[in-house]
């Protein structure tokens, strides 16, 4: 009994000097946390894309949160013949302006063939080229897919993240499931589902708060 409460009081102790090495109260209020989201899918009436277009909206209800769509249409195939003189083609320097602007990123990943799509690795491998946009970036992750609801494609995703040095929070997880009843968007992709979209927002305001934390600034 005795061993058991020391231990308990070892991880209080543990748990505080965690906080106070994070969180100190000098800390400055948190200023607004810019997430950069990037959707994994091209077509139009794309779902992931509509998960994002839902953050956007969701996060006006949150705030201290920005939320803007980086695209990743315009990149061209990764081929470093065309990194020339150290510089990137116009539309890789842009996007990889866009990450390393954000405090945080929030992907939204269809599910290809038990991994992530070959566009959303494409933006990756061109914003991992040196110096590493995604470097100490906190992030989360989205999916809508089939039956596991792109589930598969976020564990592939984490896994790129551990080389990247993206910090992925663990939980919530956001699976999609948007081929099964009740219907969860309409013909063009948009978002049409309660618990989803507040699904969403918890998903957001821990992003926030693991953004803020990684900050060091304090709730
Ligand atoms: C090439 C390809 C491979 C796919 N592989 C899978 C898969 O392994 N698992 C799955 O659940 N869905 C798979 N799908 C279905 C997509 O996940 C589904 O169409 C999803 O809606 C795509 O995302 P989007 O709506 O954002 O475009 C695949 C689709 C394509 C085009």
Redesign the pocket.
């Known amino acids: 009994m005795a061993a058991l409460r020391a231990g308990s009081s070892l991880l209080m102790q543990s748990r505080a000097m965690a906080g106070a090495i994070r969180c100190s109260s000098t800390e400055a209020s948190p200023s607004v946390v810019r997430v950069a989201a990037v959707?994994?899918?091209l077509?139009k009436?794309?779902?992931?894309?509509g998960l994002v277009r839902a953050a956007i909206e969701i996060s006006k209800d949150i705030p201290g949160l920005e939320i803007e769509h980086i695209k990743i249409d315009q990149l061209p195939f990764v081929n470093t013949d065309l990194e020339v003189g150290g510089g990137f083609p116009e539309a890789v320097e842009e996007f990889r302006a866009q990450v390393l602007r954000a405090d945080s990123v929030l992907f939204?990943s269809?599910?290809?063939?038990?991994s992530m799509s070959g566009v959303l690795k494409n933006a990756i491998d061109w914003a991992s080229r040196s110096p590493n946009c995604w470097a100490d970036k906190p992030a989360a992750i989205m999916s809508?897919?089939?039956?596991?609801g792109?589930g598969?494609s976020q564990y592939h995703l984490r896994q790129t993240g551990v080389f990247l040095d993206l910090h992925f929070i663990n939980k919530p997880e956001l699976f999609v499931k948007?081929f099964e009843p009740p219907a969860k968007f309409d013909g063009e992709?948009n978002l049409i589902h309660e618990d989803t979209r507040e699904r969403i927002k918890a998903l957001l305001i821990a992003l926030q708060k693991w953004t803020q934390r990684l900050q060091g600034v304090c709730e």
């Open positions: 959707a994994g899918s077509r009436a794309s779902f992931n894309q939204a269809p599910e290809y063939n038990y809508a897919g089939g039956g596991f792109g598969r948007a992709g």
